[in-house]
């Protein structure tokens, strides 16, 4: 079974900032994996490279067998072409900690947009598909409002439904629970778990331990820029071998 | 903005909270008396007021007084000769004004542009026709026969002077002048819109253009119509300049009558209320585009003049308003 996300040495850097200092994990296909670490480790900026909103400087990563932002030809990388780049991203869904919903757009514009734009689909497919999605969120009466008129928890819900309109092999979770009040929190990780039930190969960079602990099928943690300890959820979680896992993991839990 | 919120209306209160207790005897609770109280003098305001209005009918009779044939300024305000120069006026308007905004959306993605080349174009560009006069400039492009009497562009010649009419002149003169300062707009507008919209955008798979013109222009809207009224507004006063180089706008009407019938005050005073007519008449335009462009960043929309005016009707006639 080929990995759906594989990293080999990967670095990052922005000017003097070494922010990724070679990672190598891989994902397998219909896992839900968990980036935890302190703020600064560079979880989301990886995470930000597997869809090529940022450009690795070394290494090698690719997503369902395929690099990202290159493409290879004998021993050469080429740059890829913006449209093809928007071509990758297509598969790849991603949620992003301050939602990032279209905000001049209803919730149901807003996950109608991309099948129409991009895959060029018709308004009655799209919308139909929409309204499917928004209540598989628990926001189908919600579905003429605007952002501004959604909670923080329910605007994150849409902005799962908008990802998942595109119909993504795999999803990316930038701390989709860190800018919503403590309340507001179980209604996205419910949505989250039946993402996961479903079998969708997940990427979730969280501070949720509970979530992680209970959904997870791998864990890695981060810090400085390295993976530190990778494996189970649960074992890594209760038993964690390295000193600066447990010093983070004593402050967190 | 929490679920609370959105649920609290929907869900009934249980039977036992003090909430619906009070509600299922309100004879137990008597409203509470409303306070009676002498409202505090305000001498200030009334003095302020009597001086303005004194002044303002200084004014007026002044103008009752002063030697004005009001008759005349009757006689003229739909004469042929100003009703067609205001037409003219109209027409360089929108024309330069479409001109800006083109030339304004170009420059600024230029300016925005990582090609360093175009960059440096479109910033010289502002420099120029925002840093010199727009009196000046429509001098320049008048008076451009001077220095090019021949207009060669290689599949089009002619004499400089037979392209430069009064009309190109003021086209040329207003609409680039106009594309400088929508430029910086149009900029400031693009520059207003989160960079976490692009990402999103992006993220989804749009390209480079769909995500400008699906999720950034629409945003940077809300930005760029206030100032691009203003400018609109700004520019239909502006264009009587181009009486200077004589084109019979507005304003060279207005003059050439006055100068012909000794009635130069009167018609200046014909002019203004046409001006006044057009600006109020895009400012009212203005208002209900600002309206549309607010979808979404405000949670309920501001009434309409004319829903205030109904609303402030059925308030007074029924109740008075510190009653409701």
Redesign the interface.
């Known amino acids: 079974m080929t990995a759906m996300v594989k990293a080999e040495g990967v670095h990052k850097s922005y000017g003097a900032a070494h922010i990724l200092k070679g990672i190598d994990l891989e994902v397998a296909p219909r896992e839900v994996f968990c980036l935890v670490g302190p703020s600064g480790s560079g979880k989301s900026t990886f995470l930000r490279c597997i869809?090529h909103?940022e450009q690795i400087n070394a290494g090698r990563l690719s997503v369902d067998g395929r690099l990202v932002g290159y493409r290879e030809k004998g021993d050469k990388l080429y740059e890829l072409k913006?449209?093809e780049v928007?071509?990758h991203?297509?598969d790849?869904?991603?949620v992003?900690q301050?939602f990032?919903?279209?905000?001049?757009?209803?919730a149901l514009e807003n996950v109608m947009?991309?099948p129409i734009?991009?895959k060029g689909e018709a308004k009655a497919v799209a919308r139909e598909r929409a309204e499917r999605l928004l209540d598989r969120v628990g926001l189908g009466d919600k579905s003429r409002n605007?952002?501004?008129?959604?909670?923080?928890?329910?605007q994150q819900r849409v902005?799962i439904a908008?990802?998942l309109a595109?119909e993504p092999k795999l999803m990316l979770f930038d701390e989709p629970t860190s800018a919503l009040?403590p309340?507001?929190v179980g209604?996205v990780l419910d949505v989250m778990r039946g993402l996961a039930e479903d079998g969708m190969t997940m990427i979730v960079v969280t501070h949720e331990m509970g979530f992680a602990r209970e959904v997870g099928d791998a864990l890695v943690f981060m810090d400085d820029g390295v993976v530190v300890e990778a494996g189970n959820p649960r074992d890594v979680l209760t038993n964690p071998q390295h000193d600066r896992t447990k010093a983070f993991l004593s402050k967190v839990l | 903005?929490?679920?609370?919120?959105?649920k609290a209306p929907a869900e009934e209160p249980p039977e036992d909270s003090p909430v619906a207790k009070a509600e299922a005897t309100p004879a137990s609770t008597p409203p509470p008396e409303q306070i009676k109280a002498i409202p505090v003098r305000h001498w200030g305001r009334w003095a302020s007021g009597v001086i303005v209005v004194a002044l303002f009918g200084m004014l007026i009779y002044a103008f009752s007084q002063g030697n004005v044939q009001w008759g005349t300024v009757g006689d003229f305000i739909f004469d042929d000769r100003i009703l067609a120069g205001m037409g003219r006026t109209l027409l360089i308007s929108v024309l330069s004004m479409a001109i800006g905004l083109v030339l304004g959306v170009v420059f600024a993605v230029m300016r925005l542009s990582k090609n360093p080349v175009t960059g440096a174009v479109a910033w010289l560009y502002i420099w120029f026709f925002r840093g010199t006069p727009v009196f000046v400039q429509l001098l320049l492009w008048f008076n451009l026969a001077l220095i090019f009497p021949i207009l060669n562009i290689g599949f089009y010649k002619d004499e400089m002077i037979d392209v430069m009419t009064p009309f190109m002149v003021a086209l040329l003169g207003l609409g680039l002048n106009e594309g400088a300062y929508m430029a910086e707009i149009v900029r400031a507008g693009i520059q207003s819109v989160?960079e976490?919209?692009t990402?999103?955008?992006?993220?989804?798979?749009?390209?480079?253009s769909?995500t400008m013109r699906?999720?950034v222009l629409?945003?940077a809207m809300r930005v760029i119509v206030p100032p691009t009224g203003n400018e609109f507004i700004n520019l239909l006063k502006t264009s009587s300049l181009v009486a200077a180089v004589t084109y019979v706008d507005l304003t060279r009407a207005a003059q050439n009558i006055g100068s012909t019938s000794f009635a130069v005050m009167e018609m200046l005073l014909v002019a203004s209320v046409w001006y006044l007519v057009l600006t109020s008449i895009f400012s009212v335009g203005q208002y209900y585009l600002e309206r549309r462009y607010a979808?979404?960043?405000?949670?309920t929309l501001p009434p309409t003049p004319w829903q205030k005016v109904k609303r402030n009707l059925s308030l007074s006639s029924f109740s008075s308003p510190r009653g409701a």
Do not use: C, W
Request: aromatic letters at 6%.
């Open positions: 869809n909103l913006d449209s928007a071509a991203r297509r790849i869904g991603m992003f301050r990032n919903l279209f905000p001049h757009m209803t947009e991309a734009q991009v605007y952002p501004s008129q959604l909670s923080g928890g329910q902005a908008r990802a595109m009040d309340e507001l209604d | 903005m929490t679920d609370k919120f959105d989160d976490g919209q990402e999103a955008s992006h993220a989804l798979g749009m390209n480079n769909k699906r999720v629409p945003q979808r979404g960043s405000l949670r």
